[in-house]
């Protein structure tokens, strides 16, 4: 059994002291950021990003992974308690986690998410641990063209799958291409979009532009209306459920969980999408559902275990073809080259420790949230009494060293107060800043990609197309394009993430 | 008041419209090349291009349906001390050195804050700042000089 030696070899590398030590302060981190708000795990690991450079690989992909899958338990804890999701994906369970809170059944809400984000994120792992193979080796076949049409299939479907406007998310794309396109021209050396800067030769650093874009104007964002929050929080006791609530249970943490480990491997927000798809399944198919909205059980397991899945598969495409699917994804992928790694289907064969103690260490990690968050559900919710006005200039100050300390550049802490201006005036006008950020990372890949293409064919376009893999990517593209612009599927689908919004 | 609610569109097209004019006209200097033999102009010029058509779009479909929200406030105060604060780190830090540098640059930053007053802002920049030097420089090793040249005569 090949794939028992993978997870041994997993566990050997995600058990050493240091690894542990990390994983438990990514999930620590992460859990911290998740329920604090005005920052999430995008601006946090782009802040982080830097330290981490002269760790291990292993050790630096750990506790950023750790952090992404932290947040996702803390935004649950304060929507929950206070109705505050700290994270977008935990904005469906607030409906119900909150009116549990509020009948006095606060615990049994916790635990629940607990328990079941526990089982969810075991699913998923493995699920990750069965695909990363298989998928790999498919993609070792994968010549230029069709890691062009991958590239375009990831950046339509992480349009198809946002709220918002498809012209917007297409613009922020599109621009995004184009800030990947500064500086040197990989074939021809040519210095492009760099007004003569030598600073700006090697490109814009992608920590910089993540760090504007979702740190500082975040920041800006905060700093227009007072944040207020209210930390009227009963106190959390009894935390067991009983037979009747595991009853409940059982059926939406399984759906949630299957649900979820599909909707993850999609680009775009996939967490987001399941915990809301998820949420709506529950609502049709339980016998319960005049309850859901007043304090329903189902409610919050369902949603919980989704959004806890998909965050573990999300990993496939960036473990197996170097895809990422949402921004922190590229962030993670911002990771490997940061430590001299080749994003692609070779890594898991080069690199199997990486690989296998990574996947070893998200169940790990998720052992140390089910710790982290039940019995010490009150430390995290004394964090929240934390004023903004301490938060914001530490953010600033840790992003300045952090982005400062890597290149030893000016110009990249330049660059975060350029995007952190540009990422607030966008964002004001109704943009989303995840796809800038996905396209940003796979520009100078889908620039290369094409341009290889067409030089092995000959200059024929026609390659894309006549290659059926590839064309076959283009033809889903094209499917989710044409999903994305329908008249009558786009009502469904803002349905599906306003309803209960 | 129909053409105030779609000015947020209008504005959001013409902020794409002049991205894509400026890298669209700027990759026609490159060498453009053609589809077998591409030049570094050729990938950009077309994303330029198309980036210019999609922001009029954007803008035209605002124009037509004339709707959208309100701008709301913009914290002009707090994003110009915040940009100056950045510049000043990436001016500064270099010849300064991380000590006075960060200090200025987290003062800055917390002036930036609601009804932010000056001693609070010293006390937030001076914890900060020993806060950052604790992580950064001495548990995570990071070789950045406290005092730079231009402090040393």
């Known amino acids: 059994m090949e794939i028992l030696q993978n997870i041994g070899l997993g566990f050997e590398t995600a058990f050493t002291p240091i690894n542990l030590l990390f994983a438990f302060i990514g999930v620590a981190l992460g859990t911290a950021v998740g ?267 369902a949603p919980e275990s989704a959004n806890n899945a998909a965050a573990q598969t999300q990993f496939v495409p960036l473990l197996t073809l170097g895809l990422p699917v949402s921004p922190i994804m590229a962030l993670l992928l911002g990771a490997f080259i940061i430590q001299g790694i080749v994003p692609g289907p070779n890594v898991i064969n080069e690199e199997p420790e990486l690989v296998w103690g990574l996947i070893a260490s998200m169940w790990i990690g998720n052992f140390f949230l089910v710790l982290l968050n039940l019995p010490l559900i009150g430390l995290w919710v004394k964090m929240l009494t934390i004023p903004y006005r301490f938060l914001f200039p530490a953010i600033i100050a840790f992003a300045s060293i952090g982005t400062y300390s890597i290149g030893l550049n000016a110009y990249d802490i330049y660059a975060i107060a350029f995007f952190g201006v540009l990422g607030y005036v966008l964002i004001k006008l109704g943009n989303e800043p995840a796809p800038l950020l996905l396209g940003f990372v796979l520009g100078p890949l889908l620039e290369e990609y094409l341009r290889r293409s067409l030089i092995i064919s000959d200059g024929d376009p026609s390659v894309f197309v006549t290659r059926p893999i590839s064309a076959v990517l283009l033809l889903l593209a094209f499917g989710a394009f044409v999903l994305a612009v329908l008249p009558s599927i786009r009502r469904k689908r803002d349905v599906v993430f306003e309803e209960e919004s | 008041m129909k053409m105030h609610g779609a000015r947020k569109d209008l504005l959001a097209g013409a902020v794409f419209v002049g991205f894509g004019l400026a890298f669209a006209i700027t990759a026609s200097t490159y060498e453009v090349g053609s589809a077998l033999r591409m030049g570094p102009g050729y990938f950009p010029l077309v994303l330029g291009s198309l980036l210019v058509l999609l922001g009029i779009a954007i803008a035209v479909k605002a124009f037509v349906a004339g709707e959208g929200d309100d701008l709301g406030p913009v914290p002009w105060k707090a994003g110009a001390l915040i940009v100056a604060a950045l510049l000043f780190f990436g001016y500064t830090v270099r010849g300064l050195g991380l000590v006075p540098s960060l200090l200025v640059t987290v003062f800055l930053t917390a002036m930036a804050g609601r009804n932010a007053r000056v001693i609070p802002s010293a006390v937030i920049a001076v914890s900060l700042t020993a806060l950052s030097i604790l992580i950064f420089v001495i548990a995570l090793q990071l070789r950045l000089p406290y005092v730079g040249p231009w402090l040393e005569g």
């Not at chain 1, 089982?119 to 890691?147: D, M, N, R, W």
């Not at chain 1, 090697?202 to 920590?207: C, M, P, S, T, W």
């Open chain 1, 35 to 301: 329920v604090l708000p005005g920052i999430g795990p995008t601006a946090t690991i782009a802040l982080l990003l830097p330290i981490t450079f002269g760790f291990d690989p292993v050790t630096s992909l750990i506790m950023l992974a750790g952090i992404y899958y932290g947040a996702q338990y803390g935004g649950s804890t304060t929507a929950i308690l206070i109705n505050l999701p700290g994270e977008s994906s935990a904005a469906v369970t607030a409906i119900d986690g909150h009116q549990m809170a509020r009948q006095g059944r606060a615990g049994p809400a916790l635990a629940t998410a607990a328990l079941g984000s526990f089982f969810a994120g075991t699913v998923g792992t493995l699920a990750l641990a069965l695909f990363a193979v298989p998928i790999s080796e498919a993609a070792l076949l994968f010549g230029p063209a069709e890691y062009f049409s991958l590239v375009v299939l990831g950046l339509i479907a992480s349009i198809a799958l946002a709220s918002g406007s498809v012209l917007k998310a297409l613009a922020m794309i599109v621009l995004g291409l184009l800030l990947g396109t500064v500086g040197q021209d990989l074939v021809s050396g040519t210095p492009r979009f760099t007004f003569g800067l030598r600073e700006l030769y090697g490109g814009l650093d992608f920590v910089s532009l993540a760090v504007g874009l979702f740190g500082v104007a975040e920041i800006l964002r905060n700093l227009e209306g007072n944040i207020t929050r209210s930390v009227a929080v009963q106190k959390v006791k009894n935390l067991w459920l009983t037979r009747a609530d595991f009853r409940r249970i059982r059926g939406p943490v399984l759906r949630g969980t299957g649900l979820g480990t599909v909707l993850g491997v999609l680009p775009g927000a996939g967490h987001v999408l399941a915990s809301f798809v998820s949420y709506s399944v529950e609502k049709r198919v339980s016998k319960n559902s005049h309850e859901f909205g007043k304090g329903a059980i189902e409610g919050v397991a």
